[in-house]
């Protein structure tokens, strides 16, 4: 045991000094960062894997307004491929594999697809060979037993383009004809690509989107660290999964170290990000097991009771500042996980070192949030809870065996360390986005701070006593 009781400080506890500036608007703040090692994101956001949080709906406006989400694993394989395929797929200016169907197929096959895949059109192939299209609208009013080849747009009817046109010809050419999708045939007449309208429109809509090489959304997902995670982490590779995030309570383990230095040296290239950890030897440890980036966090969720059960944590800003003396020597980013409540706390994480937000509770009771809207006194609400709370164990898919993966619990006795809550119904994440963002400009611009590692130089904390607190809020007024 330690003699001396060090002192450790929250978000609240402290206030940033102004700082001489010479942005001439809040707009010249670059917000770009580093998520891992090798993924850079425009804004410092991060959605945590939570089942009321991030699955592909969440995952793709995170990634379009600039940061990345990560797909939660409280659901079985091929329902978590299936949404990391789905935000790769969003945004996909060339679509390497579209979905095909035989013309052989009855109508009710197509609908299916269309439906399963959220599509509106499917590329009629026969052994390889572009045979037509078939849409929505094709097949609307028609019996469910016809035929694929019947209703379709036959080849002969379709523009199709080269594989190697660029995205303004292609522009050109659906403008031109008035068509929304954009078959791609080599000379063999294989069908080798898709390009739609959409695409390309939703492409400019986000010019500040996370994007892979091929131009797709960015796209993370979690996996644990118990039996299968490396089938988990295989087949999520096998889908183009950007990172890998090991998301496991207490990180700083030596389950945690191996499953780390496992997937370096099975799949070498791929982004891993390790945590949670709230001390310099947890950082040092991941970084030297190979992780890319690690999460900084024990305690702060505003749905986690870890403290109060276990007795263990460390207040959010200085676990962030202590595990950045370490990750800076080790040049690895971190990413400061929960306990996010106004715009001002995402900019004093990243002036203490982190170098992306990780948020459940801001981002839990949005439109891209799973789960419904729920009315209670006549005001609206969504679910948000701990995956470490008890009905989350209870609740979902492969309970038995997925969900006791969580971390170090090896039996069926289960002290629950998060709660489930209410949270109010937001609308869109990005309205939210918007807010934070805006914040964090602004702060930036206090701070004399045009990039955000220059808001990591210029930071100067103050601590604040309760007065000064209470003097921050709003105060004296009437509310509305
Ligand atoms: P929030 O943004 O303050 O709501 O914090 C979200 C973070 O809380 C997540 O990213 C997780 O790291 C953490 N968390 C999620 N579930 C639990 C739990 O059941 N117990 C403790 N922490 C949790």
Known sequence: MNGEIPYALTFDDVLLLPRRSSLKSRKEANTQTQFTKKIVLNIPLVSSPMDTVTEDKMAITIARKGGIGVIHRYIPIEKQIEMVKRVKRAENIVIDEPYRISPDERISVAKEMMEKY???????????????????????????????????????????????????????????????????????????????????????????????????????????????YLKRVKELLEVDVDAIVIDVAHGHMDLVINAIKQIKRIYGDIEVVGGNVATPEGVEDL????????????????ICTTRIVTGVGVPQLTAIMKCYEKAKAMDIPLIADGGIRFPGDVVKALAAGASTIMIG?????????????????GRRYKIYRGMASFYARLGKEEAEREMLELDDITDYAFTAEGVEAFVEYRGSVEEVVNRLISGLRAG????????????????MFIRISDAGWRESLPHDIEME
């Open 118 to 228: 959220g599509v509106s059109g499917l590329m009629v192939v026969r052994g390889g060979e572009l045979v037509g299209i078939i849409t929505h609208r094709d097949i609307q009013f028609e019996t469910d037993s016809r035929r694929v080849y019947e209703v379709m747009t036959p080849k002969k009817r379709l523009i199709t383009a080269k594989p190697n046109i660029s995205i303004d010809e292609a522009k050109d050419i659906l403008r031109q004809h008035k068509i929304e999708k954009l078959p791609l045939v080599d000379d063999s007449g294989k069908l080798v690509g898709l390009i739609t309208a959409i695409d390309i429109i939703k492409r400019e809509m986000y010019p500040e989107a996370a994007r892979d090489r091929k131009g797709r959304l960015l796209v993370a997902a979690a996996v644990g660290v118990r039996e299968g």
């Open 287 to 302: 970084a030297s097991a190979g992780a890319d980036s690690v999460r900084v966090g024990i305690g702060p969720g505003s």
């Open 361 to 377: 509770r801001l981002f839990a009771g949005t439109d891209e949030s799973p789960g419904s809207i729920i009315l209670r006194n």
């Open 444 to 459: 930036m611009s206090y701070l004399g701070a045009k990039t955000i590692s220059e808001l990591r130089r210029n930071a």
